[in-house]
């Protein structure tokens, strides 16, 4: 699945939802999953974190899908050529910096 199909697929299951919601209690719901996401990481199973990646990658896209952004057009436009830092595949920048 691409992330273009991803955000369709969150979007015709719950594009209606979503929008009455709105950012901030759509917001709130996607970081209720980030936390979800670190306890299954600290000590839930490979299954359990799977879902808890699904959760939150699907809250991501909730959020694109409300905010009017693209996520693939997103991600060329930062990490298609590259690092943003010096544009290499892999990294040679030598920075810590997060992606």
């Known amino acids: 699945m691409t ?9 015709d299951l719950y ?13 709130m719901w996607f970081m209720e999953e ?9 000590g839930g199973s490979h299954a ?3 879902l808890e990646f699904a959760d939150v990658l699907a809250w991501l ?3 694109a899908n409300i905010a009017g952004v693209d996520l693939e ?4 436009k930062k990490y ?10 892999p990294c040679a920048c030598g920075t810590a910096e997060k992606p």
């Open 15 to 27: 594009g209606s939802k979503d929008g009455a919601r709105g950012t901030d209690g759509t917001f």
């Open 73 to 76: 057009e997103a991600m060329a």
């Open 3 to 11: 992330l273009n199909q991803l955000q369709q697929r969150i979007r």
């Open 80 to 89: 298609g050529g590259g690092c943003p830092g010096c544009g290499r595949t």
């Open 48 to 50: 359990e974190r799977v």
């Open 61 to 63: 896209a909730t959020l």
């Open 34 to 42: 980030v936390g979800e996401l670190a306890a299954a990481l600290r």
